[in-house]
C-alpha cells in the first residue's frame, strides 16, 4: 500500500468535524510515522501558505520537490493540503501536536523543517511571514538557532551560503571540527538513516539535496576558499 493509500484510510478515519490536528495524536511509532511525517510537511505548508481555495501549481511544484507524488496521488495530497487550510486549528497548535508525535525523535523534526523550507521556496521567493513562521515552528519543535540558520543557508538564495553555516559552525572552528560535521551530517542524511527516523521513502529528494549542499560546503572548506 502506497503512503498515499495509507493516508487517505487515515483520512477516511476521521469522525465528522474532526480536523487534521486530531491525527497528530495518533501516529506514535514506525511505520504510522511516515504518515505521520508526510501529514505533518503538506499540513503546516497549507497554514504557511495563507491561501485559500485549491492548491496552487506552485504548490504542488514544492511537494513534488519534497514526495514522490504520482498523477494518480495528487487528489489526495490536494485534499490533506485544502483540510488544514480550512481546519480551524492554528499552526502553533499543529506544531505543539507535531512535536508531541516526534517525542524523541528530534532528527525527523529538523527533516520536517527542510521541507517546509522546500514548500517557502516553491515561488522562488522567502517572504517575511514564511520567515517568521518557519521561527516560531522550529522554536516550539525545540530546534536550536545554529540548525536552523544551517537549513535557512541552504534555500534562501539573498547571497551565497555560508558554507559554515550550512555545517552548523562557527567561522572559528577549525578545518578538523569541520570535517566531523560534515562526516556527520553525511551520516544523518543517509536515506536509510532518514527513513529510520520516520521521513518516508518517497520523500529521498531531502536527502539528494542535502547531501549536494553538505558536500559543497566541505569542499570549500578543505580547500580553502573561504
Excluded at 88 to 107: L, N, S
Amino acid at each position: 500500500m502506497s503512503i498515499w493509500s495509507r493516508i487517505l484510510e487515515a483520512l477516511s478515519a476521521l469522525r465528522a468535524g474532526e480536523g487534521l490536528s486530531a491525527l497528530f495524536d495518533r501516529f506514535r511509532t514506525p511505520p504510522e510515522r511516515s504518515v505521520a511525517f508526510t501529514i505533518a510537511v503538506i499540513a503546516l505548508g497549507a497554514k504557511m501558505a495563507k491561501a485559500d481555495g485549491l492548491v496552487t501549481r506552485d504548490e504542488v511544484t514544492a511537494f513534488r520537490e519534497v514526495f514522490h507524488i504520482g498523477a494518480e496521488d495528487e487528489a489526495g495530497a490536494a485534499r490533506v493540503f485544502d483540510l488544514a487550510r480550512k481546519d480551524v486549528a492554528g499552526f502553533e497548535d499543529y506544531a505543539k501536536r507535531i512535536r508531541g508525535m516526534f517525542e524523541g525523535g528530534e532528527d525527523a523534526l529538523v527533516d520536517l523543517v527542510e521541507g517546509l523550507f522546500h514548500i517557502a521556496m516553491a515561488d522562488g521567493e522567502y517572504h517575511p511571514h514564511e520567515d517568521a513562521f518557519l521561527e516560531r515552528v522550529a522554536d516550539i519543535f525545540e530546534i536550536g538557532d545554529p540548525c536552523f540558520r544551517r537549513l535557512k543557508a541552504r534555500f534562501v538564495p539573498d547571497a551565497e551560503p555560508d558554507p559554515w553555516d550550512v555545517l552548523g559552525l562557527d567561522h572559528a572552528a577549525s578545518v578538523d571540527e569541520a570535517r566531523a560535521a560534515w562526516r556527520a551530517l553525511v551520516r544523518e542524511t543517509h536515506p536509510d538513516a532518514m527513513v529510520a527516523r520516520g521521513v518516508p521513502e518517497e520523500a529521498v529528494k531531502l536527502a539528494e539535496k542535502r547531501m549536494i549542499a553538505i558536500n559543497r560546503a566541505w569542499e570549500a572548506i578543505s580547500e580553502g576558499r573561504v
